[in-house]
């Protein structure tokens, strides 16, 4: 059973930086994708980003890009979400999300089986 583990959330001012870390137990991913979605309030879950995990190709929503990098740390198991030039609109709580199936879009939130936990990412202006 595939557990993520999100850390790194906080409150910054805008233009700041903050890098989350989703950490992946229970097994180890060289196939499948992880991504990062976040959830405002009164508003629907979204795409943020994503890494197909064989290959290494990234995926952006279009207000990010520019701004935001998923690297990862295969060694341990591990994805990251570089957030700079942060803004009020980033406010949101974001959730890591990983699943097995190497082909599926990974845009859709119901293409992963694996949640974290979700951590706040607060934006002052």
């Known amino acids: 059973q595939v557990q993520l583990v999100e850390s790194g959330g906080g409150l910054v001012q805008a233009g700041g930086s903050l890098r989350l870390s989703c950490a992946a137990s229970?097994?180890?991913?060289?196939?499948?994708?992880m991504g990062w979605f976040r959830q405002a309030p009164g508003k629907e879950r979204e795409f943020v980003a994503a890494i197909r995990w064989s290959s290494g190709s990234t995926y952006y929503r279009d207000s990010v890009k520019g701004r935001f990098t998923i690297p990862r740390d295969n060694a341990k198991n591990t994805v990251f979400l570089q957030m700079n030039s942060l803004t009020p609109e980033d406010t949101a709580v974001y959730y890591c999300?990983?699943?097995?199936?190497?082909?599926?879009?990974?845009?859709?939130?119901?293409?992963?089986?694996?949640w974290g936990q979700g951590t706040q990412v607060t934006v002052s202006s």
């Open positions: 229970g097994r180890t991913f060289s196939t499948g994708r």
């Open positions: 999300a990983a699943d097995s199936r190497p082909l599926l879009t990974v845009y859709n939130s119901n293409y992963y089986d694996t």
